[in-house]
């Protein structure tokens, strides 16, 4: 895929911001907003506007997402400014669901020149106001926040510091 071997940039947490299932276009306790009126760049927050910017400035980005669907309009998005990129699943709960992202990541564009770790979790929000109180969270919930904000950077590192530290860059 990375035939002219442009530098490549993965962005955990690319489409933090925007969701394909619409998740993101309801405010906290189900106000209803619209942001198909927002410019490209900010549409699908920071994660969405660091892999724009990096396609632009001529790397091809590697777009991480839990579901391949929640991406393919970034991904629409970055091509139609003239920019590469690549979707890939990524569950960062899953220790082999990492190892596998960053060796498709290898296989189709080279090892990572950079990594933007965006990710985060934020679950709950059709919770009821009163059941968002710490004592009622659910432990699964926290478990899951501490995977994504704790593990998952430290299992990330592990996939690409090595082949950073080798060449001297990264």
Known sequence: ?????????VVIGATSKWQSDGRNTRLV?????????LPLGI?????????????????????TTRSISNAAALEQAIVSQGGDCMIVELDLVSEQS??????????????PDVLI????????????LEKEL?????VEMFDTAQHVSSRGPFLVAKEV???MRQKGAG
């Open 1 to 9: 895929m990375n035939n002219t071997k442009k530098p490549v940039a």
């Open 29 to 37: 306790h189900g106000t209803d907003i619209d942001d198909s009126d």
């Open 43 to 63: 549409r699908w927050g920071i994660g969405g506007a660091v892999a724009q910017k990096f396609a632009a400035e001529g790397f091809l980005v590697a777009l």
């Open 98 to 111: 990492i190892s596998s992202a960053f060796a498709s990541v290898r296989r189709e564009a080279g090892d």
């Open 117 to 128: 770790y965006n990710a985060g979790y934020l679950e709950g929000r059709d919770l009821p």
């Open 134 to 138: 710490l004592e009622h969270i659910p």
């Open 161 to 163: 510091l090595p082949a």
